[in-house]
Structures are given as C-alpha cells and as structure tokens.
C-alpha cells in the first residue's frame, strides 16, 4: 500500500488504495446497494470536507450512533479522513448510555439515522454539537429541534468528492475510542490509534489469510470490535463486504450467504448456537465458505462438530481477545482437533505469558494473569488515568507498557493457551476457586443444553455456591437434576453446581454476550 507524498499509512490509505487500484470493484453489499470502492471513496471524501467546513478538527470526536448501514460505513472512514476521532455506538444502546458516552468523549459531531431520534434527541440536546446530520426521514420540526440539525442528503451532497481533507494525523495519533461494554461499572473508552488499529488488522489478515477475492459476511455490530475489523480488514485487501444488521432472521442471512458467494464467516457463540438448533441447513450451499471464526473462547466442542459438518472445506478459527488489545491469539486449524479446549498461540507480532499476583512470570500449567506486549495494545482508556494504570504496566524492556489483561489463564508445554475465567467472575467456593468457564464448557457440551452461564451466589457455608442458569435446546427435556448428575461426572466435587435453574433465555449484551450482571 502506497501513500501520498511517502506518508506513514494512516487507517483510511485501506480505502483509499483500493478506490485506487480497483475503483469498480463491489466493496459493499448492504440493504439492496451495491457500492464500489470508488463510489465510497467519493461519499466518504464529501463528508470528511463537510465535516472539517463545520468545525471537525484534528483530535476531535465524532459519535456515530448508528447501525450496519452504508451510513455508518462511510462515517466511519470520513471522520478518519477529517483528523478526528471516530466513536461507533451500538443502536441499541438507550438514552441515558448514550448521554453518558456524549458527556464522556465530548463529540463535536454526532451522526445518526431519523428511526433512532427518540433515543438520541434528548442526549443531543446537552451537548455543544456543532454539528447534528442525520440519514432517513425527518420533519422539519425534529431535525430544528437538533443542534445545527442537517440532513445526511444535503451534507454528504455537497460536500467535495474529489479528495479528501489535508492530511495532518500520524499513525500514533488516535483512530477509534470503542467503549467496552461496561459490564462492571461505568463503560469505559479504549484509546486505539492508527498505529494500533493498522497492526491488528494486518496481523489477523495474515493467519485468516485473507485474499483480495473474499467475501465477508458482517452480521456483527460495528460498534463491537470484532465486526468492525470484518470491514476494515475486507477494505485492506480489496475485497467485498455483506453487510447486515444482526443474525435476527439466520434464514434470510444464510439466503444472502449463498446467493453472495460468502468466503468468510465471521460469528460468535449464539450464532453457532442458533445454527445447531436448525433443521434446514443441509438445504443451502455452503461450499465456498474458506474460514469461520469464533472469538470470546474456545467452542464448545459440539459446536466444532456442528461447523465441521456444515463448512467441510472451511478452515475453522478459535480466537481470543479482547477489546484493549484487539486479539491476544488464535488455533491454527490443524490443531483443532487434538487441542479443541486451547484458544491458542499469540497472533503474529505479539508476545505473551503469564503472571502470578506479584507479577512474576510463572512456567507452564500454572493458572495466573494474562499479560499482552505488542503494537496492538491500546493507549488507555479515555480520559481515566486511574483505571489505565491498572492495566497498562511497565514491561520487562525499557520505557514500555504491556497489558494486564485482567484474565486467568495458563500455557501447555507446548506454548498453547487456556483461558479460565475473568478474575472478576472467580467464584470462591469451599475454599477453592472456581472458574466459571470451565463449568460452562461442561454445560455446553451436555446434549440438549443450548446455552449456559455460571455465577457464584451467596451461601452461609461455602461462602459461594455455584449457581448455574441454562437455556435448553427446542424439544429437549432435560432436568435441574439430570444437569447436575452430568456435571458431577466431568467436574471435581467443589466444582457442580449447587443450584441450577432452568430459563427461556439468557440476557445478552448488545454484542450479543451472555450478561451476568443480570443474574441473581
């Protein structure tokens, strides 16, 4: 990739190059339209120009709160183009979030769609926004009661497409701030520059080995991570991109999968959980699917099976990471089947180990912190010193930071990681320390479970007991009795659950995670 003037690549050279190279070429399959390089490129140019001609600097924010959509896409590579600060939040996040986030970046601009105004007009209404654009339909009277409301049609339509504003960022200058999901407290904003963004992109290409002919189906939120880098990574090799808002309606998105020729397979677990319950899967040709990909932890090893027999010819990722560092690692393929539990070796160009609670690296087989080193890790978290100094630390070379990750682990002797648990989630029962993944792992594979999820609740005699909450699969007939007999056969005594309770669903994230905070 070539750069104007000898440049360091900035995010937004992806685009560009391949407007360059391949200007006719289909970037972007979306809600019926069919988009070239080019005519991203030209749409992305007159809204970065709008933008800096209403008052976007360098290093301002800009919020996007908004869906898959062809808007979102070319926001976000026009507020990279403008030197600002890109900030996607997911649509279904509510109104008091949303002005919380508002209050905490400070955007100068936000950009969104007419069918969320209700969510979005009030948190609007606090700000000092110099600009508000808005896609869909709108009255006149809505987008006047909006700070220096526009329309998506006029700004976009009368903005320069030519070329893109003068170039002022470098690579250590900051991209993206993608808030975590806030599980625990307050969400917080992950700092990620160029530099960060560039390296994860091209270091998760090179083991998915992506080609410049994929296919990508993005059913993920591009306000999540995972399914932002579904894009970016698509426009860095000039490939095609199937946009979708969610995998709501699994039918109508396999329909699309086939008729689209879809490479690549980018899901998460209650996506393969839904397509383990489907009965009509063997109606459709999966033939040219070259990789899936799961992230969070490892599959359940059914779920392996499952996408085994559905893509034979594709190669199947188990990945790990997380949201400050992108990716921490993979399984290449060819170990799936004798280390199916591991999430792994370290993508390239990363380093890890573990750590005991006094930060020293502990040997192999040994469960400690998860600790990242590499050009991938963020640059904090906005604007909260405090909680950045508990994660990024000195490393063992001169003037640098490396992640704690905040994550139990443990290495085989071979090099392969095993994630535990989150050292938040550890339950301490009995004087022994539960993670509950592993009981979850146990869980998942009993036939007739579709999903499960494992906390700790108070007891008066182990301090702890393990409490398991678990949505059946349709038909199954499964008791709280048969679950545990199951569990008392995989799992040392400590470990079974106490309490298990059967329930219709599990409540989720916005990314589609299992939500623990909602349980009791």
Not at 35 to 41: D, G, Q, T, V
Not at 106 to 119: E, G, K, N, V, Y
Not at 434 to 455: Q, S, T, Y
Not at 500 to 508: H, I, N, S, Y
């Amino acid at each position: 990739m070539t750069t104007m003037h000898g440049a360091v690549p900035l995010l937004f050279d992806y685009l560009t190059h391949a407007a360059t190279t391949a200007p006719d070429k289909v970037a972007l399959v979306c809600q019926k339209q069919r988009l070239s390089y080019a005519e991203l490129e030209a749409r992305s140019n007159a809204l970065a120009n709008a933008l800096v001609a209403r008052g976007v600097a360098r290093g301002d924010r800009v919020l996007v709160f908004g869906d898959n959509t062809v808007e979102t896409v070319v926001s976000f590579w026009a507020v990279l183009k403008a030197n600002a600060v890109i900030s996607i939040v997911n649509p279904l996040t509510k109104s008091d979030k949303l002005e919380y986030l508002i209050n905490d970046c400070r955007p100068t601009a936000l950009i969104s769609d007419a069918h969320l105004f209700d969510a979005f007009r009030g948190p609007a209404l606090s700000t000092h926004l110099k600009t508000t654009i808005v896609s869909g339909k709108l009255d006149d009277a809505q987008l006047g009661a909006l700070p220096h409301g526009e329309r998506w049609e006029a700004v976009v339509g009368g903005g320069d497409r030519t070329s893109a504003p003068p170039r002022r960022n470098i690579d250590v200058d900051l991209a993206a701030i993608i808030y975590t999901s806030g599980s625990t407290g307050d969400p917080k904003g992950v700092m990620l520059t160029h530099r960060n963004m560039l390296t994860a992109a091209t270091s998760i290409s090179a083991y998915l080995e992506v080609q410049h002919d994929e296919v990508i189906l993005g059913v993920l939120p591009l306000a999540f991570d995972y399914g932002l880098y579904q894009m970016i990574m698509a426009f860095r090799a000039g490939a095609r991109l199937v946009l979708e808002r969610s995998f709501t309606f699994p039918a109508q998105v396999l329909k699309l999968m086939v008729e689209e020729g879809v490479t690549g397979f980018p899901g998460v677990p209650t996506i393969y959980a839904i397509l383990a319950e489907m009965k009509t899967l063997k109606d459709y040709d999966f033939s040219k699917i070259r990789y899936v990909t799961n992230t969070a932890a490892a599959l359940p090893v059914k779920h392996i099976l499952v996408l085994k027999e559905l893509f034979p010819r594709a190669r199947i990722y188990s990945m790990y990471g997380l949201t400050e560092c992108k990716r921490c690692t993979y399984l290449p393929p060819k170990d799936l089947d004798h280390k199916p539990t591991s999430v792994g070796i370290a993508i390239p160009n990363t380093e890890l180990w573990i750590i005991d609670e006094d930060g020293n690296k502990v040997g192999p087989n040994t469960v400690g912190q998860l600790v990242i080193r590499g050009a991938t890790v963020m640059k904090g978290y906005w604007e909260k010193p405090e909680a950045t100094a508990k994660k990024l630390k000195p490393g063992p070379l001169p003037g640098e930071q490396v992640l704690w990750t905040g994550d139990y682990c443990r290495v085989d002797d071979e090099g392969y990681l095993y994630f535990v648990g989150r050292m938040d989630d550890v339950i301490k029962s009995r004087g022994e320390k539960v993670a509950p993944k592993e009981v979850e792992n146990v869980l998942f594979n009993i036939a007739g479970v579709k999903e499960a999820a494992v906390i700790g609740v108070p007891d008066d005699i182990l301090g702890q007991a393990v409490k398991a909450f678990v949505v059946l699969e349709q038909g199954a007939t499964l008791s709280e009795k048969e679950i545990q007999r199951h569990c008392q056969d995989k799992l040392e005594t400590f470990m079974v659950p106490k309490f298990v309770q059967l329930v219709g669903e599990l409540p989720k994230t916005d990314t589609g995670k299992i939500k623990k905070t909602g349980l009791s």
